[in-house]
């Protein structure tokens, strides 16, 4: 009867099951097949796409945040780089773009750049990430209000409208580009010594540095990806929206977080991986979805929420035991 | 002959030792005392009664949130939930206080509030092992939830008189910080609040050495809940009623303030007069923005880069020497 276990074959299932992105996923689809029973309408299949595609905008946006996590490090800027990704694009527009190719490039050069910043203050000035970021947040603000002083602006980038409303082949663009960002970001975290530097740097940063990682250059790479990617959600969620006003972004710091824990990606580096977190940002979604359905007020909706997630933790975020 | 020290000289170190524990913060004292000044300058009614109050009444919700994260930070955790904590606080000051409970009742719901939550979240934190920054914040939502429950929209009423003593023409919030300060220290004195950073620095270490961590741990997260919770109260008296999202900036200020003074994240580094500098300087910082005229969108830009400006120069002179 354990024949099975003992085999090659056996062996890497058994660790596949066992695995924290593979518990996710069969969490998602566990909560897909009870509330498709309980809610109707909840398991049609547009529904399902719709959500997807709202996961994938957290699911950019934690891209970089697994990114940053693993190499041991934390962005809390993310949702401010995303409100100046989506407020800025529409004001970079010009006559002699006609497929808003170069605003989008101009944009995700501009919020790659604010990444790098970040990177600089954590390599070089070895701030806190935690306050760097924060600090840039707080920065970024500001300096949001003073350009778009409040009112939304719409976007008229062609590209950016067929990102947010397009399906070729009946499935949104947006959900596309995800795969695209998904199969690089897992590539490159699993199958490139920058990837493995990254665990190293975040299992044990003095160490790493010892044998011979470039601790400073991967740290601004890190940073710099989790601005880019937090500067590609923007664009989706701008096309998504149609509108960018200040802060629009706000909702995905908790969510960049919570989906890389959810996926099982340790807060404290050097442990996790991409393929957990995109289980986890479904997941989110999901759950942000059903209290929705359930129609309580504002306070009860964020109890659920806070609690859910609480709950969630339990399942996976569990720290090692002192010995 | 004379290995252990007799108690009286024991006492003669005890001011050599605090001397050495501000060497860490001396140029930080030196920075809030030139902000004073200009502050002073600009504004000369500070030395009068009333501007004296108006002052410490400014700073002193932050100094309470700053000092209830810096002991977080010291056992080596962190909240993201100070700012739902001070919502919640207000909003059960502001409902209870004018009801059947009165006075000392609303008070005594707001500070078990505070430790309750406060010691739950510890629990979760330590007991569980979970990190405690997704805890917090995760709890912030709950927290934040509850706030809006007990009270939707602004509103509720805090009594007149009591709002006159602590936000009126009295050196009350002053009074009120110096007896929190004195309290701190005969906590630390304790053996729970001697275990305090021992925990943040070496949990192991202290773990084998017989020191109670969890418990140091979860009783920190216990009195910052009522810390943040009594600086609700406060507010709620400032404004006169409550309000379920008052609270929110007090959650990035109190970890600048904490930072600014110097505590470490990794625990077990820095020192309280420390975070009440930093604070101090915040609150300073804020204000003098306000007399020169910033507008509030130029005051986040200068916040932004003053916070990252004092935390990278230690390290800045570090590196060139």
């Known amino acids: 009867m354990t024949a099975w276990k003992e085999s090659a074959g056996g062996r890497r299932a058994l660790t596949i099951l066992r695995s924290r992105p593979f518990l996710t996923v069969a969490i998602v689809a566990a909560v897909w097949i009870v509330a498709s029973f309980v809610s109707r309408g909840f398991g049609a299949y547009g529904h399902l796409r719709y959500l997807v595609e709202l996961a994938a905008v957290i699911g950019l946006v934690a891209a970089g945040q697994t990114f940053v996590v693993i190499a041991g490090g934390i962005d809390l800027s993310v949702a401010a780089i995303v409100t100046v990704s989506a407020v800025s694009l529409p004001l970079l527009s010009w006559q002699g773009d006609p497929t808003g190719l170069t605003a989008v490039l101009a944009v995700l050069a501009l919020t790659t750049t604010i990444g790098l910043v970040n990177g600089l203050g954590v390599a070089l000035l070895r701030v806190h990430p935690m306050i760097m970021t924060l600090a840039m947040a707080t920065f970024l603000q500001g300096l949001l209000i003073i350009i778009a002083g409040g009112s939304a602006v719409t976007a008229e980038n062609p590209l950016v409208r067929w990102l947010g409303n397009a399906r070729p082949a009946g499935i949104p663009a947006g959900v596309l580009l995800w795969v695209a960002v998904s199969v690089i970001v897992l590539a490159a975290m699993h199958a490139t010594s920058f990837g493995a530097r990254l665990f190293a740097m975040g299992a044990n940063p003095l160490a790493a540095a010892l044998s011979g990682v470039p601790v400073t250059s991967t740290t601004l790479a890190v940073y710099g990806i989790s601005g880019f990617n937090s500067g590609l959600a923007g664009v989706l969620v701008l096309g998504m929206n149609g509108q960018g006003y200040v802060g629009i972004g706000d909702p995905y710091l908790l969510a960049s977080i919570a989906a890389v824990v959810l996926g099982g990606t340790s807060i404290l580096g050097g442990l996790g991986t991409y393929a957990g977190t995109i289980p986890g940002a479904i997941l989110l979604v999901t759950i942000t979805a059903l209290i929705t359905v359930v129609n309580a007020s504002p306070g009860w909706r964020s109890i659920l929420f806070g609690s859910l997630i609480l709950g969630l933790l339990l399942l996976s975020g569990r720290e090692q035991a002192r010995r | ?321």
């Open chain 2, 1 to 321: 002959m004379n290995t252990v020290a007799p108690s009286g000289q024991a006492g003669a170190l005890y001011w050599p030792v605090q001397l050495r524990r501000n060497v860490g913060v001396r140029s930080l004292f030196a920075v809030v005392m030139a902000f004073l000044v200009a502050y002073g300058f600009l504004f000369p009614g500070l030395l009068t009664a009333s501007g004296f109050a108006k002052f410490t009444q400014s700073w002193f919700p932050l100094a309470l949130v700053a000092m209830a994260q810096a002991i977080l930070m010291l056992t080596g955790g962190i909240s993201l939930a100070i700012g739902a904590m001070v919502s919640l606080g207000a909003v059960i000051a502001a409902t209870t206080m004018t009801g059947p409970l009165g006075i000392a009742g609303g008070a005594a719901a707001v500070a078990l509030t505070g430790v309750g939550i406060g010691a739950a979240t510890g629990f979760i934190v330590v007991k569980l092992r979970l990190p405690a920054i997704v805890v917090t914040l995760a709890g912030s939502f709950i927290i934040g939830g509850a706030a809006l429950l007990i009270l939707p929209r602004p509103g509720g009423a805090i009594p007149e008189w009591l709002s006159d003593l602590l936000a009126g023409n009295t050196p009350a919030a002053f009074v009120l910080l110096m007896l929190i300060v004195l309290l701190w220290k005969l906590y630390l004195a304790t053996p729970l609040g001697l275990s305090l950073y021992a925990a943040g620095e070496n949990p192991v270490g202290a773990y084998r050495s017989g020191v109670p961590v969890d418990g140091a741990r979860i009783a920190a997260y216990a009195i910052s809940g009522l810390l943040c919770t009594g600086a609700g109260l406060f507010v709620a008296a400032q404004t006169g009623s409550g309000d379920p999202v008052i609270g929110t900036a007090f959650t990035l200020n109190s970890i600048a303030a904490a930072v600014l003074g110097g505590i470490g994240f990794l625990g077990g580094q820095g020192t309280m007069r420390g975070a009440l500098a930093g604070s101090l300087l915040l609150s300073l910082m804020i204000s003098v923005m306000f007399f020169l005229g910033f507008t509030p969108v130029a005051q986040y830009v200068a916040q932004g880069l003053i916070i990252i400006g004092a935390v990278a120069t230690p390290q800045f002179r570090k590196v060139q020497q």
